[in-house]
């Protein structure tokens, strides 16, 4: 079976520092990658998604980056962190499907306060 | 369009049903899910149906879609206290980027 892993669970970070989160995926293979922000307790924003290695895109512009080093690893990252990055990070995946369906499952959250 | 609106707040009774409304905008979607949220924890997928279908059933679960008026509902039967939580619906949205959109969530109470 599937597993998805984010790490760490909680952070607080100073206003200005940098940010790496992780997020990993057992039991699949070239799996589709995302990480979504929700503010406040509601609303997703989806930030990144991958298809492959190495290939992001972006949804928002912001001081947020996301990298896909290896098939199974997707990682947020900032050099400066602001107030307003502030909330719960949320990663996924999914499996290559054609036809319209793009069933994703979450990984449980890193929350993020900024200092 | 991507738009999926959902009402913010549902409070019932425990041992009530629970229904759960959804509009959304893109007509060619052909999948429509609902997770669920629960607090300080990552969605879960509860169910989704596919377009060609007007009901799904999944044990307290019942799915109900009305593709003429974009409307998807999710009835909870016999809510239980352990039902209380953010519940989010999404379509696929095949546009220029596969993806899904989310509603804003619908945050369900329930009193015992």
């Known amino acids: 079976s599937q597993t998805i892993h984010q790490w760490p669970a909680t952070l607080v970070q100073p206003v200005g520092s940098p940010l790496s989160l992780e997020c990993t995926v057992e039991g699949t293979s070239n799996p589709n990658l995302y990480w979504y922000r929700q503010a406040a307790g509601r609303g997703l924003q989806l930030l990144f998604y991958s298809v492959g290695i190495g290939q992001i895109s972006s949804e928002v512009p912001q001081n947020l980056s996301a990298s896909r080093p290896q098939d199974r690893q997707f990682i947020l990252s900032s050099k400066k962190l602001l107030l307003s990055d502030s909330g719960f990070y949320l990663c996924?995946?999914?499996?290559?499907?054609?036809?319209?369906?793009?069933?994703?499952?979450f990984g449980p959250g890193t929350r993020l306060t900024v200092l | 369009g991507e738009d999926v609106e959902q009402s913010l707040f549902l409070s019932v009774r425990e041992g009530d049903s629970s229904v759960i409304n959804c509009t959304y905008t893109d007509s060619s979607s052909t999948y429509l899910y609902w997770y669920k949220q629960e607090p300080g924890a990552g969605l879960q997928l509860l169910t989704y149906?596919?377009?060609?279908?007007d009901m799904k059933q999944d044990q307290r679960l019942t799915v109900l879609l009305n593709k003429k008026d974009k409307h998807l509902s999710l009835r909870i039967a016999d809510t239980q206290t352990g039902d209380s939580a953010i519940y989010f619906c999404a379509e696929f949205y095949g546009g220029a980027t596969n993806k899904l959109i989310f509603g804003t969530g619908t945050l369900l109470a329930v009193q015992p």
């Open positions: 996924a995946w999914s499996e290559r499907m054609t036809g319209g369906k793009d069933t994703q499952y």
């Open positions: 149906i596919f377009s060609n279908m």
